[in-house]
């Protein structure tokens, strides 16, 4: 009668450890996605607003200029921005975001966290970082 109990006991207690242990695995999953999605939304927020200050410059006049400082990290994560073709492209470890440009005639460069002003000039568009 003891060795049942306990044969039962130890049953029900590997149950247990099974459950919480798939439970656990689905949170660590849910939390990756979680933490996946902020960065990419982050990451397309910021190619966003540089694509949106560079294209908002194309029927103004020559001289004309907007300064943006696009955020440092991206949900905390290193990243880095690049200017290709007719698109702005944000990049980190694990994935990119992009957003388009309008024109492909630009010069200059634009970096995370730095204050950066885009000006109109006749020969397109130029991002210049301190």
């Known amino acids: 009668m003891k060795c049942q109990v306990a044969v039962e006991l130890l049953v029900i207690m590997a149950l247990m450890a099974i459950v919480f242990l798939s439970l656990f695995?689905?949170?660590?999953?849910?939390e990756t996605a979680i933490r996946d999605s902020e960065t990419r939304l982050a990451a397309d927020?910021?190619?966003?607003?540089?694509?949106?200050?560079?294209n908002s410059l194309l029927p103004a006049p020559s001289g004309a200029w907007v300064t943006?400082?696009?955020?440092?990290?991206?949900a905390g994560r290193n990243y880095s921005i690049a200017l290709r073709g007719r698109r702005v492209e944000v990049s980190w470890?694990?994935?990119?975001?992009?957003?388009?440009?309008?024109?492909?005639n630009f010069t200059g460069s634009i970096a995370p966290?730095?204050?950066?002003?885009?000006?109109k000039t006749d020969g397109g568009i130029v991002f210049e970082t301190p």
Not at 25 to 30: G, I, K, L, M, S
Not at 48 to 53: G, N
Not at 93 to 104: D, V
């Open 68 to 74: 943006v400082r696009p955020d440092s990290s991206v």
């Open 113 to 119: 966290g730095a204050l950066t002003r885009i000006r």
């Open 25 to 30: 695995v689905q949170y660590q999953a849910r």
């Open 45 to 54: 927020r910021n190619a966003a607003v540089i694509a949106l200050a560079a």
């Open 93 to 104: 470890e694990g994935g990119s975001a992009s957003r388009p440009l309008l024109t492909s």
